[in-house]
Protein backbone atom coordinates (compact mmCIF):
# COMPACT_ATOMS: atom_id res chain seq x y z
CA UNK A 1 0.00 0.00 0.00
CA UNK A 2 1.10 3.97 -0.82
CA UNK A 3 0.96 6.79 1.29
CA UNK A 4 -2.91 7.17 0.83
CA UNK A 5 -3.72 3.57 1.34
CA UNK A 6 -4.08 2.54 -2.13
CA UNK A 7 -2.38 -0.66 -3.46
CA UNK A 8 -0.11 -1.34 -6.22
CA UNK A 9 0.59 -4.73 -8.31
CA UNK A 10 4.51 -4.76 -8.56
CA UNK A 11 6.37 -4.04 -12.13
CA UNK A 12 7.37 -7.61 -13.34
CA UNK A 13 10.62 -7.82 -15.53
CA UNK A 14 10.73 -11.34 -17.06
CA UNK A 15 13.84 -12.90 -16.93
CA UNK A 16 12.96 -16.90 -18.22
CA UNK A 17 9.88 -19.84 -18.35
CA UNK A 18 9.99 -21.70 -14.88
CA UNK A 19 10.83 -24.91 -17.43
CA UNK A 20 14.06 -23.38 -18.37
CA UNK A 21 15.56 -23.94 -14.96
CA UNK A 22 15.53 -27.35 -14.37
CA UNK A 23 14.13 -28.87 -11.14
CA UNK A 24 16.44 -28.53 -7.86
CA UNK A 25 18.96 -26.36 -10.29
CA UNK A 26 20.16 -23.00 -10.58
CA UNK A 27 20.53 -19.91 -13.32
CA UNK A 28 21.90 -17.03 -13.85
CA UNK A 29 20.80 -13.85 -15.63
CA UNK A 30 21.88 -10.18 -16.19
CA UNK A 31 18.95 -8.37 -16.21
CA UNK A 32 20.80 -5.27 -16.46
CA UNK A 33 22.72 -5.84 -19.51
CA UNK A 34 26.06 -5.98 -17.98
CA UNK A 35 27.26 -8.80 -19.85
CA UNK A 36 28.03 -10.81 -16.79
CA UNK A 37 25.59 -12.81 -14.84
CA UNK A 38 24.43 -9.60 -11.73
CA UNK A 39 21.54 -12.51 -10.11
CA UNK A 40 20.22 -15.95 -9.97
CA UNK A 41 17.72 -18.34 -9.58
CA UNK A 42 17.67 -21.48 -7.54
CA UNK A 43 14.31 -23.42 -8.73
CA UNK A 44 12.38 -26.35 -5.67
CA UNK A 45 9.62 -27.37 -7.80
CA UNK A 46 7.44 -24.31 -8.58
CA UNK A 47 9.56 -22.12 -6.09
CA UNK A 48 12.08 -19.89 -6.86
CA UNK A 49 14.90 -17.97 -4.82
CA UNK A 50 16.86 -15.11 -6.69
CA UNK A 51 19.85 -13.60 -5.16
CA UNK A 52 22.16 -11.07 -6.52
CA UNK A 53 25.57 -12.78 -7.84
CA UNK A 54 27.23 -11.08 -4.84
CA UNK A 55 29.16 -12.99 -1.77
CA UNK A 56 28.74 -10.73 1.84
CA UNK A 57 32.12 -11.60 2.66
CA UNK A 58 33.89 -9.59 -0.15
CA UNK A 59 32.03 -7.29 -2.31
CA UNK A 60 31.42 -8.36 -6.07
CA UNK A 61 32.82 -12.05 -5.15
CA UNK A 62 30.89 -13.98 -7.66
CA UNK A 63 29.43 -16.85 -6.43
CA UNK A 64 29.29 -19.68 -9.32
CA UNK A 65 32.10 -21.80 -10.00
CA UNK A 66 31.35 -21.68 -13.59
CA UNK A 67 28.11 -20.66 -15.66
CA UNK A 68 24.70 -21.38 -14.14
CA UNK A 69 26.72 -23.69 -11.29
CA UNK A 70 26.14 -21.50 -7.67
CA UNK A 71 24.37 -24.81 -5.59
CA UNK A 72 27.02 -27.47 -3.74
CA UNK A 73 27.56 -30.77 -5.23
CA UNK A 74 24.34 -32.02 -3.48
CA UNK A 75 22.62 -29.36 -4.48
CA UNK A 76 21.50 -28.79 -0.56
CA UNK A 77 22.90 -25.05 -0.16
CA UNK A 78 24.08 -22.14 -2.24
CA UNK A 79 27.96 -22.51 -2.42
CA UNK A 80 29.93 -19.19 -2.95
CA UNK A 81 33.03 -20.43 -5.40
CA UNK A 82 35.41 -17.98 -4.17
CA UNK A 83 35.30 -18.61 -0.27
CA UNK A 84 33.29 -22.08 0.14
CA UNK A 85 30.77 -20.32 2.26
CA UNK A 86 27.39 -22.25 2.29
CA UNK A 87 24.36 -20.51 1.98
CA UNK A 88 20.85 -21.96 2.55
CA UNK A 89 18.39 -21.50 -0.02
CA UNK A 90 14.95 -20.16 1.01
CA UNK A 91 16.76 -17.12 2.61
CA UNK A 92 19.77 -16.83 1.86
CA UNK A 93 21.99 -16.78 5.30
CA UNK A 94 25.29 -17.98 5.14
CA UNK A 95 25.40 -21.15 7.62
CA UNK A 96 29.35 -22.14 6.91
CA UNK A 97 32.18 -19.62 6.03
CA UNK A 98 33.63 -16.67 6.54
CA UNK A 99 30.26 -14.48 6.20
CA UNK A 100 28.51 -16.86 8.90
CA UNK A 101 25.03 -15.32 9.99
CA UNK A 102 25.43 -12.77 6.90
CA UNK A 103 23.04 -12.94 3.69
CA UNK A 104 22.86 -12.49 0.49
CA UNK A 105 20.79 -9.97 -0.95
CA UNK A 106 17.44 -11.33 -2.04
CA UNK A 107 15.89 -10.62 -5.37
CA UNK A 108 11.56 -10.56 -4.82
CA UNK A 109 10.97 -13.02 -8.09
CA UNK A 110 7.47 -14.15 -8.72
CA UNK A 111 5.49 -16.98 -11.09
CA UNK A 112 2.86 -15.79 -13.41
CA UNK A 113 1.84 -18.22 -15.86
CA UNK A 114 4.84 -20.42 -15.70
CA UNK A 115 7.35 -17.30 -16.42
CA UNK A 116 9.78 -16.46 -13.56
CA UNK A 117 9.52 -12.30 -13.40
CA UNK A 118 11.58 -10.04 -11.13
CA UNK A 119 9.40 -8.30 -9.09
CA UNK A 120 10.02 -4.27 -8.46
CA UNK A 121 7.50 -2.44 -5.97
CA UNK A 122 6.33 0.63 -8.41
CA UNK A 123 8.03 4.22 -7.84
CA UNK A 124 6.18 6.30 -5.29
CA UNK A 125 6.73 9.18 -6.89
Known amino acids: MNGQGRSFAPVLHPLCQLSDIPEGESRGFDPEGTGRDTMF ?6 RVFG ?6 HHDRARMAWKKDRYLNADGSRIRCAAHGALFSIEDGI ?6 LG ?3 T ?3 LVVRSGLVCIAQEPDAG
Not at 51 to 56: A, E, G, I, L, N
Not at 94 to 99: A, F, H, Q, S, V
Open 106 to 108: RVE
Open 51 to 56: YRDSCP
Open 41 to 46: VVRRGD
Open 102 to 104: KAL
Open 94 to 99: CELGPC
